[in-house]
C-alpha cells in the first residue's frame, strides 16, 4: 500500500517512507549493489541526516535495509563512498577483505549557524549489515575550510595508495593514505576551472577506456554544484576529462569548458559503484533524482525524494572532443512488457496522433527523419485535470537545433514559482535524422538523445489518470522511421 501513491516512483529507488537526497557509498562486494543515501527518518524534510541502506542483485529491485549509520558524538552522517579494503590495510578484517565506509560528519557549532566537517570511517564485517564506526574518528580535519566534505575513495593501483578526492567550497582536495586512516594532502583542483555557479560538493574521480580502445584511458572528474538562487537550473552536475597520476588531477580542456552530466532539471549528486563488476570498462552511477531549488517542497507522499535509473557511464569521442556517455544497464530491459512498434508514419501539423491512453510507467524508443515540421515530438501524461488539461513535451526545434522538455503544464507545480519550466539543449541531427530513447515513470522523465550523449532527466507530478501520449508536428510534417514503446512492469507487481 505504501507504494500505491499514484506519484510513487515504480522503478525508481525511493525510501519506503520519509526523506533522501544524496546517494551515498555505492559499493559491490559478493554479488551485492549497495545503496546508502543521505536519509532523514523522521521527517519528509531535510535534517539531522543518517545513512539509509538498500541491497540489489541485479539494480532493478532493492531491499530496504536498516539504517546503516546513525549521528553520535561526532556529529550528523553527511555524504561519502565506501570502498572494499581486499587487502585488510585498516587492519579491521583479520587479514581478510571488508567494507570501510568514508563519510562527512557534521558537527553544528553551538550558538551559529557555522558547522565543522571531518571525515570519518566506519565498517562492516557482515557485508554491509551492521557498521561500527572507527574509535579513532574523525580521521580527517582541517578547520580552516567551513565547507569540508563528501570524501571519494579509491584505489590507485599505480601507485599502491588509496585517494580519497574531497569538495572544499570552491575547489577540491585530494589526499591519499596507505591505510584509510591516515590521510596526507596531495593536490588540489578546481578554483579555477569549469562552472562555480554554486559551491561544489560530491566529488567522484575515475578511469575510463575512450571508445572502448584497451589503454586509452581518461580520467573523468565529476563534481556537483549546488543551487544558485539567481539562476532558474539549481543544483546540477558537471564533469572534466583529464590525467591523473595517482596524486595530481589535470583537466584536458581550456578551464572555462563546461560539461554538464545532464541538461535536465533533477540529476545531482550522482557518483558511481565502487569495485562493480563492470569497472574498467564502464562505470555504473546513480543520482539523486531532485534540485535543491524545491526538494524540500515537492509535493510526494510519506516519502520524499528518489533515485534516477542506474547509468552505464562509458567515454567516446564525439564532435567538440571526449564526452562522457550514458546508457541504461541491459538489467534495467527485463521490466519490458511485450511492446508495440510502428514505423513508416507520417505525423501531419494538428494531428496529435495518440500512441496509448495508458502509458503510465513505458520506455520508448523513436527515430525522426526531420521534414517541413519546425517542431516536433511528444506530448506524454496529458489529460484532463479539473475542466483543464496538462501535458509534458519533449518536443524538438527543429530551427534552433535543440531538443527540449517543456514541463510547464505537466501537473502540480504550484510549490516552487520555478519548477513549471521549459529547458533545452543543443542536438544535431545527423543525416537529417534525431534518435531519443525516455524512461517514463509516475513522476518522473528520463531523455537519452545523440547515443547518450546528451540526457535530460526532469520529475514530473501530473494528476492521476493522465496517461495519454501523442505525437505533433507543429508548421509541416515529421516522418517516424520507427518507434518502439515497451510499457514497463512496476517492481512492486
Ligand atoms: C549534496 C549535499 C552534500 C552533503 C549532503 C548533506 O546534496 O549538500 O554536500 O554532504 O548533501 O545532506
Given amino acids: ?28 562486494f559478493d554479488g551485492e549493489y549497495h545503496l546508502f543515501y543521505q536519509h532523514h527518518p523522521e521527517s519528509t524534510v531535510w535534517g539531522p541526516m543518517h545513512w539509509g541502506h538498500a541491497i540489489s542483485r541485479d539494480l532493478v529491485r532493492w531491499e530496504h535495509q536498516p539504517i546503516a549509520l546513525y549521528p553520535d558524538h561526532n556529529g550528523f552522517i553527511f555524504s561519502g563512498s565506501a570502498v ?19 563519510y562527512t560528519q557534521t558537527e553544528m557549532i553551538e550558538g551559529t549557524d557555522e558547522s565543522k566537517q571531518r571525515q570519518s570511517i566506519a565498517y562492516s564485517r557482515d557485508n554491509g549489515r551492521t557498521w561500527t564506526p572507527y574509535a579513532g574518528n574523525p580521521v580527517l580535519t582541517d578547520e580552516s575550510y567551513p565547507d569540508f566534505r563528501d570524501p571519494k575513495v579509491f584505489w590507485h593501483e599505480a601507485s599502491k595508495h588509496w585517494v580519497m578526492v574531497l569538495a572544499a567550497g570552491d575547489r577540491l582536495f585530494l589526499y ?25 560538493e560530491c566529488p567522484d574521480l575515475f578511469a575510463l577506456p575512450v571508445d572502448g580502445r584497451k589503454g586509452s584511458e581518461k580520467w573523468v572528474m565529476i563534481v556537483s554544484i549546488g543551487d544558485n538562487e ?47 563488476p563492470g569497472n574498467g570498462e564502464d562505470r555504473l552511477l546513480i543520482g539523486w533524482m531532485n534540485n535543491w531549488k524545491y526538494a524540500n517542497l515537492i509535493p510526494t507522499g510519506e516519502w520524499r525524494g528518489a533515485m534516477t535509473l542506474p547509468r552505464k557511464l562509458s567515454l567516446e569521442h564525439r564532435a567538440g572532443g571526449i564526452r562522457l556517455i550514458q546508457h541504461t544497464p541491459d538489467a534495467l530491459n527485463e521490466l519490458r512488457l511485450g511492446g508495440t512498434e510502428w514505423s513508416d508514419l507520417t505525423v501531419q501539423p494538428g494531428d496529435n496522433l ?7 510507467l513505458l520506455e520508448l524508443a523513436v527515430e525522426f527523419e526531420l521534414g517541413a515540421a519546425s517542431e516536433f515530438g511528444f506530448k506524454l501524461k496529458s489529460g484532463m485535470h479539473n475542466d483543464e488539461e496538462y501535458e509534458t513535451i519533449v518536443g524538438y526545434d527543429a530551427s534552433a537545433g535543440e531538443l527540449f522538455i517543456d514541463r510547464s503544464r505537466a501537473g502540480e507545480s504550484a510549490f516552487h514559482p520555478q519548477f513549471a519550466c521549459k529547458h533545452g539543449a543543443p542536438l544535431g541531427a545527423s ?15 528520463e531523455l537519452f538523445a545523440d547515443d547518450g550523449a546528451l540526457v535530460m532527466t526532469d520529475q514530473l507530478f501530473p494528476h492521476a489518470g493522465n496517461d495519454r501520449i501523442e505525437l505533433y508536428a507543429v508548421g509541416g510534417s515529421v516522418r517516424v522511421v520507427s518507434l518502439q514503446l515497451n510499457p514497463l512492469q512496476s517492481v512492486y507487481a
Fill in 84 to 102: 572494499v579494503d581486499w587487502q585488510d590495510t585498516s587492519g579491521f578484517f583479520d587479514g581478510g577483505a571488508g567494507l570501510v565506509a568514508i
Fill in 354 to 360: 495518440p500512441l496509448v491512453e495508458q502509458g503510465e
Fill in 176 to 200: 591519499t593514505s596507505a591505510d584509510l586512516l591516515d590521510w596526507t594532502f596531495a593536490s588540489e583542483f578546481g578554483a579555477a576551472e569549469g562552472s562555480h555557479d554554486g559551491v561544489w
Fill in 431 to 445: 543525416n537529417g535524422r534525431i534518435k531519443l530513447r525516455m524512461w517514463v515513470d509516475r513522476s518522473s522523465l
Fill in 230 to 276: 539567481q539562476l532558474p537550473e539549481g543544483s546540477r552536475t558537471q564533469y572534466f576529462i583529464g590525467e591523473f597520476d595517482g596524486k595530481t588531477f589535470v583537466n584536458d580542456n581550456a578551464p572555462d569548458t563546461i560539461l554538464w552530466m545532464d541538461h535536465g532539471r533533477d540529476n545531482y549528486a550522482g557518483v558511481t559503484w565502487s569495485d562493480a
Fill in 1 to 28: 500500500q505504501t507504494y500505491n501513491h499514484p506519484l510513487r516512483p515504480q522503478f525508481h529507488f525511493t525510501p519506503e517512507t520519509h526523506w533522501l537526497n544524496d546517494p551515498n557509498g555505492m559499493v559491490y
